[in-house]
């Protein structure tokens, strides 16, 4: 068995669920895997594509989601300092990882029917698909709800969609979009959004070209496109008009996670100000 393959089985067979022996399986990880690419990640404006295997390997893409998906089945905490180490190592890494296991996968399991997480789930959490949330728009800035202009309408037994998402995190390689579109006319209100599962393929829908940033480089985002592109009804998250609440549920426990990466980095900060103060 090859040395790398032998680490990421050992990290796998990690039984304890404690966040300190968690935090220092992550660490070592991170360390092992991530630091080596962090810098070509960050002059190149791309995410290495094997790494997100390794990421699935090493158990850390389903940490909240349960083990008959393929998930870990543990805590916000365990998920949290996940986000905090790798953050540590690499900010640009933290962000893309918080975009899959959280935002999309997560969102995927708390809100999804069976049949959805069957189908999604352990190919997301194996790291062999990519998940990306899609909720920012050009012109909708933090009124979301009440500038959103990506729609979808019901035709027959599909979902019509047509629109611009923007600054998707991991948009470039997903495969897997949560997407939230107006899915009633605006006079209605702010509220009629419906969320759906789009998959990298379907007819109409295409992504731009990575968006050149100035920091968090190795995250790549770019611009969804939808041009009457028909999304099957099966792919409808919850029920229709009602995916404000999967919007709000999902922000909550994107805020809490996220908070991972600010720590990440100002560890990061100390661990290399501090030698030099004391003069090592």
Not at 48 to 65: C, D, F, S
Not at 136 to 147: F, Q, T
């Amino acid at each position: 068995m090859p040395a790398q393959q032998s680490r990421s089985m050992r990290f796998v067979s990690l039984t304890t669920s404690t966040v300190s022996h968690l935090r220092r399986a992550v660490r070592a990880f991170a360390e092992r895997e991530v630091a080596p690419l962090a810098g070509a990640m960050d002059r190149q404006n791309a995410f290495p594509a094997a790494l997100w295997g390794r990421l699935g390997q090493a158990g850390l893409l389903g940490i909240t989601v349960p083990p008959e998906y393929g998930g870990r089945g543990l805590s916000y905490m365990h998920h949290l300092v996940c986000m905090e180490e790798l953050s540590r190592v690499s900010p640009a890494v933290g962000l893309s990882y918080a975009a899959h296991s959280n935002l999309c996968l997560h969102n995927l399991y708390r809100n999804g029917n069976e049949a959805q997480r069957r189908r999604y789930l352990p190919a997301l959490c194996a790291g062999e698909r990519v998940g990306a949330l899609a909720m920012s728009e050009p012109e909708a800035g933090s009124d979301i709800l009440g500038a959103m202009r990506c729609r979808a309408e019901q035709r027959g037994g599909v979902w019509m969609a047509n629109g611009v998402k923007k600054w998707i995190t991991n948009g470039p390689e997903a495969d897997v979009f949560l997407v939230y579109m107006r899915t009633r006319k605006p006079a209605v209100g702010t509220r009629p959004i419906s969320a759906f599962i789009v998959e990298r393929g379907f007819p109409g829908f295409h992504t731009g070209p990575p968006t050149d940033k100035l920091g968090m480089r190795g995250s790549t985002t770019c611009e969804l496109c939808f041009e009457d592109c028909p999304i099957p009804a099966e792919n409808l998250l919850g029920q229709p008009h009602e995916g404000v609440a999967i919007l709000m549920r999902g922000l909550d426990s994107e805020r809490l996670l996220l908070a991972g990466g600010p720590i990440g980095i100002m560890q990061a900060a100390l661990d290399a100000v501090l030698p030099y103060v004391r003069g090592a």
